[in-house]
């Protein structure tokens, strides 16, 4: 059990899951009003639960696995890359960073929403909201956020991440699929994706 009383899951698990259920889950919240969604009621709460992506170049993704003060999430070196266009049309969108007083229009809308029915377009909006200030900036993850489950289909993925010594057991599980370690220079990465 974690620091929550939630289950310690092995990422390798998780990633193998998603591939099997293909499927990337929207189960938490990450904007600017997470505080006040713990304690909104969970259908309105869900409406902000996205999937998270990077635009890191590929070749960079392993310093986002490096631990960074004042982020509360902590990286494995597993995961699934799409191209952006994919993220694009399946409604995936850059984050936007509010510093001080620009974000106070959002909270009305919030709010408002939060009161009545919260319409589609609005929380889909409001669900790519982030401060950013001298305490919190996070905007060098080039972070795209997709609100709501991604499903998709095997040869809609670039490629996947795992660590070098994991790379051989998901490619024997997911032959259509290309597998490569965050943790690899770019030639390297061109050398793999070459036999393929």
């Given amino acids: 059990m974690d620091a929550f009383g939630n289950p310690i899951v092995d990422a390798k698990d998780v990633l193998d899951c998603i591939l099997k259920e293909r499927t990337l889950k929207a189960s938490n919240t990450f904007c600017i009003f997470n505080r ?102 996070f905007h060098w993850e080039r972070e795209w956020r997709i609100v709501g489950d991604l499903k998709f289909k095997l040869n809609d993925v670039y490629c996947c991440l795992c660590p070098e010594e994991d790379v051989s057991y998901f490619e024997t599980r997911y032959r259509e699929v290309k597998f490569m370690s965050p943790y690899w220079g770019i030639n390297k990465i061109l050398d793999n994706f070459m036999q393929k």
């Fill in 36 to 137: 006040d969604l713990e304690k909104a009621p969970r259908s309105f709460k869900e409406k902000f639960n996205v999937v998270c992506f990077t635009e890191t170049p590929i070749d960079q993704i392993g310093l986002l696995l490096r631990e960074v003060y004042g982020r509360d999430v902590v990286f494995k070196p597993y995961g699934v890359v799409f191209r952006k266009d994919y993220i694009r049309q399946h409604e995936g969108n850059p984050v936007f960073y509010m510093a001080g007083k620009l974000a106070s229009p959002l909270w009305k809308l919030y709010n408002e929403a939060k009161n009545t029915e919260c319409s589609e377009g609005e929380n889909k909006l409001l669900a790519l909201m982030n401060k950013c200030d001298e305490s919190v900036d």
